[in-house]
């Protein structure tokens, strides 16, 4: 064995994807409701995307930093534009671009003379690797091992006002969540504890870090998921679906964000290249006409979804937005994400007992009934899919 195990059993050998669906080498077909955890958004062999890979292949796959390109100045403006806020940096990965938001948070704190360090983040996040963003992660499981990380990194509940109150002092640099916590089991964050976030936030002088890796760029039918609530934060990080396949991480930062960075104080080999850049401007294009149908074919998937619960005691709870649910069992979800694969349904269980369902933007009201029949056959409710809803939502 030469790759690091890690990953645990990996039973599909994948040879391609065409649309919503996986091929296996053995020639078996699977509907994808979990993309590649949420990066073929577009699902696979998408024209634009290819013809955007295909072109720029042979044009020119790397500059470096050292020179610049249209694509990342036209993809900054379009991140800025689609968030609100103002200024890009690009790296490789949900992690890296977390990276980004906590420098420039010590950077903030330090240049304005302060020698406050807390952060404050919520148990069960999940941030990503790398040791600054697995310092943030709230599940001891996956920091613990790698003790001692950055220190004054407080942990409370998602949608614990009080507890935030009483986290967020005078020393508090930052306040990281993530809108719709997804590695964690799909658990929304709701208004009120959001506007907490931000008045908080304001009130400290710190930075509400907003982390859309999963939940952003179109996957609930917004733009960014933070954007239903009406409130903008500091610093917004994301990565997944961007690259269309390619890894591609960004941070937005406000203006005053940004002015943490000073010449030579972060970069990247990679980050922001051309090949990267140019498929990411060809993802957000499509992203934007797809929202309403998100919308549609995400609210079809959770009332499917609901009525299933309904009549099935496996099912304790739905939750999410969008084309992001978690169907929380009252047993272990592992046999069923087996038993789902070998009737032709790829999703994954995260947080032990959450059956993810993070489907592709272009996932059809048809494709969600093949869908939740499969979920309803191997969890045992009944169910009566309503087929004339489906039929009367069309496809992207
Ligand atoms: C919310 C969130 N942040 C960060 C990450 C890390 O992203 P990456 O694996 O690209 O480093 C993930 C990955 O699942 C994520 O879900």
């Known amino acids: 064995m030469s790759v690091l195990q890690v990953f645990g059993p990996r039973p599909l050998e994948i040879e391609r994807g065409e649309g919503c669906y996986l091929m296996d080498t053995a020639g078996r077909r699977y509907l994808d409701f979990i993309s590649g955890i949420g990066v073929n958004a577009l699902g696979y062999g998408d024209p634009a995307i290819v013809h955007a890979i295909q072109d720029q292949a042979a044009r020119c796959l790397h500059t470096s930093n050292l020179h610049s390109h249209r694509y990342q100045r036209e993809l900054a403006a379009r991140l800025a534009q689609w968030s ?30 302060r020698t406050r360090h807390r952060i404050v983040a919520l148990e069960n996040g999940f941030h990503g690797r790398t040791t600054g963003a697995l310092a943030v992660t709230g599940q001891a499981k996956y920091r613990e091992p790698f003790a001692p990380l950055i220190p004054d990194v407080i942990f409370v509940p998602a949608n614990d006002v009080d507890a935030l109150l009483d986290a967020a002092n005078e020393n508090t640099i930052a306040i990281i969540a993530e809108t719709i916590q997804g590695e964690g089991g799909i658990y929304p964050l709701n208004a009120t504890f959001l506007q907490a976030i931000r008045d908080l936030s304001s009130a400290r002088d710190a930075l509400w870090i907003a982390d859309e890796t999963q939940c952003g760029l179109g996957r609930t039918g917004e733009r960014f998921a933070y954007q239903a609530f009406g409130l903008t934060p500091d610093v917004v990080v994301t990565a997944k679906p961007l690259g269309g396949g390619l890894p591609l991480g960004a941070t937005i930062f406000s203006g005053e964000a940004a002015s943490a960075f000073g010449l ?22 499509q992203a934007e006409h797809l929202l309403p149908h998100i919308c549609q074919v995400g609210h079809y998937l959770h009332a499917r979804l609901r009525e299933m619960a309904a009549h099935c005691s496996l099912i304790r709870e739905v939750r999410g937005r969008g084309l992001m649910a978690g169907i929380e069992l009252n047993v272990s979800g592992d046999p069923f994400v087996e038993q789902a694969r070998e009737q032709g349904l790829i999703l994954n269980c995260t947080h032990g007992n959450v059956l993810r369902l993070l489907p ?14 499969v979920l309803a056959r191997i969890l045992g409710g009944r169910h009566s899919p309503d087929r004339t809803r489906s039929r009367a939502l069309a496809g992207p």
């Open 84 to 113: 609100g806020l103002e200024q890009v940096f690009f790296s490789n990965s949900g992690a890296e671009a977390m990276e980004a938001a906590l420098k420039c948070a010590r950077a903030l704190a330090n240049r304005r003379g």
């Open 264 to 285: 030579g104080m972060h970069g990247s080999t990679f980050g922001g290249g051309p090949l990267a850049c140019r498929v990411a401007l060809a993802f957000l294009e």
């Open 360 to 373: 592709p933007f272009v996932i059809t009201a048809a494709e969600v009934d093949q869908a939740c029949d």
